[in-house]
């Protein structure tokens, strides 16, 4: 069973940082790898998605980098500003998609 | 992308009544998913809906506690019956789209059980 895991559960940072959040997943046998964004109470905004293929994908502050072989992923936010202040979730396609737990970003001013 | 809405967007519910949410997707779609996210953990995947078909449910959840309709291709119902305090969850719908397959989410359903 793919279990995926998000390290670490809870960040604070200072607005202007440039951020790092990890991702591991157990089964490298994948299709895809998707980041979500999710506002307290809300659904789930799609982030970036990085296919088995690639190796990132960037979307503006936002780059994402997949090591299928290893089992990792991470997301880089650069120029960290408070409204990026969410929990950020990983989430694994093989079968069904598998999600971490999230990481509690705060993005103080 | 696949824009999906989700009505009720919560609600606040006593024990041991159902409710019915409803998930409504502005194209056609093949595949759409219900998941569930209960205070402070990540999201679990309830049930397939299929058109035409009973869902297919995951391990630990079963058609009489989480009874779902899938009548055509652009809209589906999720009902939690029975409802207990540990019903009390954020419910989602979701279906893929687009040359990858990427995920697409609704709002999200707030449902506080007493």
């Known amino acids: 069973k793919q279990e995926v895991t998000q390290i670490p559960a809870a960040l604070s940072v200072p607005e202007g940082e440039n951020l790092v959040l990890n991702c591991s997943f157990t089964?490298?046998?994948?299709?895809?790898l998707q980041w979500f964004r999710q506002d307290p109470g809300k659904g789930l905004t799609s982030l970036l998605l990085?296919?088995?293929?690639?190796r990132e994908q960037t979307s503006g502050r936002l780059n994402a980098s997949l090591d299928k072989s290893s089992g990792r992923s991470t997301l880089y936010i650069a120029a960290s500003q408070p409204g990026d202040s969410a929990t950020y979730l990983c989430?694994?396609?093989?079968?069904?998609?598998?999600f971490g737990k999230g990481t509690s970003l705060l993005v103080t001013p | 992308s696949a824009v999906i809405s989700q009505k009720p967007s919560r609600d606040i519910c006593q024990r041991g009544t159902s409710l019915t949410i409803q998930c409504q997707v502005d194209?056609?779609?093949?595949?759409m998913f219900w998941y569930r996210q209960q205070p402070g953990q990540s999201l679990t995947l309830i049930a397939t809906?299929?058109?035409?078909?009973?869902?297919?449910?995951e391990s630990g959840f079963v058609i009489d506690k989480f009874p779902i309709s899938r009548p055509n291709l652009t809209f589906s119902t999720l009902t939690v019956s029975n409802m207990s305090p540990e019903d009390s969850s954020i419910y989602l719908c979701?279906?893929?789209?687009?040359?990858?397959?990427?995920?697409?989410f609704g709002p999200g359903t707030r449902l506080t059980v007493l």
């Open positions: 989430a694994v396609r093989g079968y069904a998609l598998n």
């Open positions: 089964d490298s046998a994948i299709y895809n």
């Open positions: 990085i296919q088995s293929s690639q």
């Open positions: 194209s056609q779609v093949t595949m």
């Open positions: 809906a299929n058109q035409g078909s009973e869902a297919t449910y």
């Open positions: 979701s279906t893929p789209g687009g040359p990858y397959n990427e995920q697409f």
